[in-house]
């Protein structure tokens, strides 16, 4: 079936730990994204990517970083200067061009402890 | 500052009522404007909207758009419990030769029986 993974579905880091959270997709779609959801925020946007080997920072990229070496996959990693990196984290992905629809992940919910 | 504001924030409604949520946005180089419904974890897509003044129906719900006046609004009559959930409304602008999608902080729909 054709969509989109993210894993793990729940994660645990220590503080000061890089983690990377993953997401791939078999849609075959060029724009992929990074969302973060905290209660009464909504989705802010991290980084976005258009096409391979290109991204882009979003509204609140401080403390993470992305890769997008495939069309496939677009991981997302939370580093030790993320200051509160405890959230839902979604990831989606969409058909290049104008209005166009998102596909969700299920999400990954990362606690810090 | 937020260039998608949804309002409002939560509503508390009766079976049977309805409801309309408003979505105003304030971007350039609009391209489309979307709603998902968030139950649990990953948004689903209910409509985008690209023209003014054309209505998009599904079921008991239903979405136009005012590009002049630069809002949306997603009405749903004769809720049910089921219509429980987030609605998150999203706009999609470009910048150059890239495109963001940006999410307002959602409206929390709770029906009650």
């Known amino acids: 079936d054709g969509g989109i993974t993210q894993s793990p579905k729940y994660l645990f880091r220590k503080e000061g730990q890089n983690v990377t959270l993953s997401c791939e997709q078999n849609?075959?779609?060029?724009?992929m994204y990074w969302y973060r959801q905290d209660p009464g925020q909504g989705l802010r946007l991290i980084y976005y990517?258009?096409?391979?080997?290109?991204?882009q920072k979003g509204d609140i990229a401080e403390g993470y970083s992305v890769s997008r070496e495939k069309k496939e996959s677009f991981p997302l990693t939370v580093t030790s200067a993320q200051k509160n990196p405890t959230a839902f984290y979604l990831c989606?992905?969409?058909?290049?061009?104008?209005?166009?629809?998102?596909?969700f992940g299920q999400g990954t919910r990362l606690t810090v402890v | 500052e937020d260039k998608v504001v949804q309002s409002p924030l939560s509503l508390v409604v009766h079976e049977g009522d309805t409801v309309t949520l408003n979505c105003s946005y304030e971007?350039?180089?609009?391209?489309?404007l979307l709603w998902y419904k968030q139950e649990k974890k990953a948004p689903t897509f209910l409509f985008m909207l690209t023209s003014s003044g054309i209505e998009k129906k599904s079921g008991r719900l239903s979405s136009i758009l005012d590009k002049k006046e630069l809002f949306s609004i997603l009405n749903i009559t004769a809720t049910q419990t089921g219509d429980s959930a987030i609605y998150l409304c999203a706009v999609e602008y470009s910048g150059g030769s890239n495109y963001k999608l940006t999410f307002g902080k959602g409206t929390l729909l709770t029906v009650n029986p």
């Open positions: 849609l075959n779609h060029d724009a």
């Open positions: 989606a992905s969409s058909i290049r061009g104008p209005g166009t629809e998102a596909f």
């Open positions: 971007v350039t180089n609009f391209r489309s």
């Open positions: 990517s258009q096409i391979v080997n290109d991204f």
